[in-house]
Each structure stands twice: as C-alpha cells, then as structure tokens.
C-alpha cells in the first residue's frame, strides 16, 4: 500500500487519536505533540503542515508501528 500523499498533519493527528489511542499533548510552532500510554508511554511529533511529505510521514507511520507492535499497512488503512 502506497502511503497517501494528500495527508494534513491535522489529518494523521484525528487519525492517531481516534484508532490509536494517542492524545494531543500540546502543540509548539507547527507541530503537534502525542502522547500514548498504551502499551507503554510513548511521545510523538507530528508537523501541522498540508500536505505532509511521504518521507516524514513514513517515519511517523513505521514509528507507531514499532511502538505498538502491528504491521505499518494497518496503521495507512486509518489514515
């Protein structure tokens, strides 16, 4: 599966808090802080920009899915 190219970081934060149990922390300049505590605790950041580059967003993708432990294609079916 190809990752989006169209995706906002708005889009990937609704994304990551709706399915992924990660909440948004705060935000510094245009980026978006997330946090989870499932499994363990785990800070993310996510750039508030339209679109998202596919390189960034790779890296945000294969971070959650180390972290929480699931294949990288079920994390770009949510998004």
């Given at each position: 599966?190809?990752?989006?190219r169209?995706?906002?970081?708005?889009?990937?934060v609704?994304?990551l808090?709706?399915?992924w149990?990660?909440?948004v922390?705060?935000?510094?300049?245009?980026?978006?802080?997330?946090?989870?505590e499932?499994p363990?605790p785990?800070?993310?950041s996510?750039?508030?920009?339209n679109?998202i580059r596919?390189?960034?967003?790779?890296?945000i993708v294969r971070?959650?899915a180390r972290?929480?432990?699931?294949?990288r294609l079920r994390?770009m079916?949510?998004?």
């Amino acid at each position: 599966m190809k990752l989006p190219r169209d995706a906002s970081g708005r889009d990937v934060v609704k994304a990551l808090c709706r399915d992924w149990a990660y909440r948004v922390v705060h935000q510094v300049g245009s980026h978006v802080i997330l946090q989870t505590e499932e499994p363990l605790p785990h800070r993310l950041s996510v750039p508030d920009h339209n679109p998202i580059r596919p390189g960034t967003l790779n890296s945000i993708v294969r971070d959650v899915a180390r972290h929480k432990g699931v294949d990288r294609l079920r994390i770009m079916q949510t998004l």
